[in-house]
């Protein structure tokens, strides 16, 4: 009887270790990148995408200065999704943790790391969370001075739109 038992926890233990060898390898959350050496701007893209070392994200360079609603006709959603960069597809709207991720309030506006090289307007933009006490209200970043608020739905906002990850919202 407790031969398979000792069994079993050896392949439950075993399967867990293979599970944590297969993790990617490309991202670093136990680390922060400052400077230049966070960024890289992606020429499989046109130069028009950046990649965010420190996140693995993929970040459009130049967003759109469109403003768009959150939810309804030609939204912000809408907007990522029909987006191509690069001739690329696959852009969604990001989380706020995604879009908070890129706030560094040590910096003048636009409250972005120092050596970016993104080219964003010092505005609030959206992010795909909505506010899980009032679904009216999704979180959105100012660039100005990179606030986290929560303004309504049916406010207009710019989109900036991201690639990779997960991007899954557990408040939608």
Known sequence: MKRPYFSLIGIITFVGFAGLALADPGTTWDQQINGEGRFKVLSQFGGAAVLDKE???????????VVFPWTGSSDAHSH??????????????????????????????????????????????WSSTTNASDASRAWAVGFATGSVFNPVKTATREAWCVRGGQGIDGVQ
């Open 80 to 125: 990522c999704y029909q987006l191509e960069v690069g001739g690329r597809k696959g852009w969604r709207l990001p989380t706020i943790e995604e879009l908070a991720s890129l706030v560094d309030t040590s910096q003048a506006s636009p409250t972005l790391p120092a050596g970016h090289p993104f080219n964003v307007q010092a505005t609030p933009h």
């Open 55 to 65: 996140t693995g994200r993929v970040w459009e360079q130049s967003p759109s200065t």
